[in-house]
């Protein structure tokens, strides 16, 4: 009995006769057909006149099996995906990604937003998903930098952007990734203005007690500005031992836990005498309330506020009383405690505890300059190991 096959996967028909396949176009016997169900088992079936119904039959299952397939189905739920999203614009796409983003806290989410509105927005939020590309990307960043948009922001803007074309190119939106060979911003931290001893001096001397102490928090326990703003007694753990518990909220105003800690979780710092000295002194002045020595300057029922001291520095500035170079901001004084620290050979590994950083990553990418030449003493003491 002779067979006929088609195309790999399709089966075959035949005609159950003594008459040879050259004869079966005049044979009154019928076509028979034979394939595998999508179970593998063998299947037979007669009764088609032509060989043209026969392949036609054999087509049917065989298409029939292919969409049943679940790489057939995975490939038309990609295909609806494209078709969905890929002509949203980057601002529709952007708005259903962020709602996505539930673990979020309020402050980063205030901060995303600034940066979609002020930053992203503005440059791509009208283009359409499909047509973002390694050219578009850097298109984006050439913008920022030919607005002057500083070099930390272009960072954290570009990550935004990044986070959200990687969630779409996992849908399957691109065939390739549009970040694919792009150049990211690169913050330089050594543009970061530290201030030497003798400024911290002159930052002392300028202000109210309340911006003394403030720069007293920062510069000598590494903490953040909402974490000052949170200063408590009761967190005095030992004669050098501040516990940092918790932070006032930029965006609730209100206590609330540490950026990358859970509810209840802590950090140990340094706590220097100076530091301490300082503490003491200005509860001695000025008295605290459960513990916090800050409170808003119109509501001692509401914590103090950071952009309070934000603001003072801000006027001490226009005024000239506060002397600091082009480029020293807030944050410097943070940047202070770890160059402190560092250039004293505390290792980095306590540094990144002591100063909140997710991970130590963080804590090399920012300061990995102010280490000491580690790698040139480790050569010394090597060449001194081997000469003996």
């Known amino acids: 009995m002779a067979t006929k096959r088609l195309a790999r996967g399709m089966g075959s028909f035949f005609k159950d006769c003594e008459h040879p396949m050259s004869r079966w176009a005049n044979c009154p016997h019928f076509y028979k057909v034979r394939y ?23 087509t049917t299952v065989y298409k029939a099996r292919k969409a049943s397939s679940p790489a057939n189905q995975a490939s ?28 979020l806290g309020p402050g980063t989410v205030v901060s ?19 047509t973002f590309d390694p050219k578009v990307v850097d298109s984006f960043i050439r913008t920022m930098e030919s607005n002057g948009v500083g070099l930390a922001t272009q960072s ?30 690169q913050y330089d931290p050594k543009r970061a203005v530290i201030p030497s001893p003798q400024q911290l001096r002159a930052l002392r001397r300028t202000g109210d007690d309340v911006f003394h102490l403030l720069v007293d928090l920062m510069t000598g326990c590494g903490l ?33 836990r540490l950026k990358h800690r859970k509810i209840g979780e802590y950090r140990d710092v340094p706590l220097p005498q100076r530091t301490k000295n300082a503490i003491e002194s200005y509860a001695e002045k000025h008295g605290a309330t459960d513990g916090y020595l800050l409170r808003h300057p119109r509501d001692s029922g509401l914590p103090f506020q950071p952009y309070l001291f934000q603001n003072q520095w801000q006027r001490l500035r226009r005024r000239g009383e506060l002397d600091t170079p082009q480029g020293m901001v807030i944050y410097s004084l943070r940047h ?53």
């Open 36 to 58: 595998r169900d999508p179970a593998g088992s063998q299947v037979e079936e007669s009764g088609f006149e032509t060989s043209d119904k026969a392949i036609d039959r054999l």
């Open 76 to 103: 038309e739920a990609m295909i609806e995906r494209i078709a969905k999203y890929g002509h949203m614009s980057f601002e529709e796409y952007a708005t259903e990604w962020k709602a996505g983003q539930r673990h």
């Open 112 to 130: 995303l937003d600034s940066l979609l509105q002020h930053h992203i927005y503005p440059v791509v939020g009208s283009r359409r998903m499909s």
């Open 156 to 185: 954290n803007a570009y990550d935004k952007l990044k986070s959200i074309l990687l969630d779409a190119h996992r849908l399957g939106i691109f065939e390739d990734s549009p970040l694919l060979g792009v150049s990211p911003p």
């Open 224 to 256: 953040r500005n909402g974490e000052a703003a949170a200063i408590n007694l009761n967190n005095i753990v030992a004669d050098d031992v501040y516990r940092v518990t918790e932070q006032v909220n930029q965006v609730t105003k209100q206590y609330d």
């Open 336 to 388: 202070y405690f770890a160059s402190n620290c560092l250039t004293h050979n505390i290792p980095i590994t306590d540094v990144a505890e002591w100063m909140g950083h997710k991970n130590i990553d963080v804590t090399f990418k920012i300061y990995r300059h102010l280490m000491p030449g580690s790698v040139g003493t480790a050569v010394k003491l090597l060449d001194a190991g081997l000469a003996e």
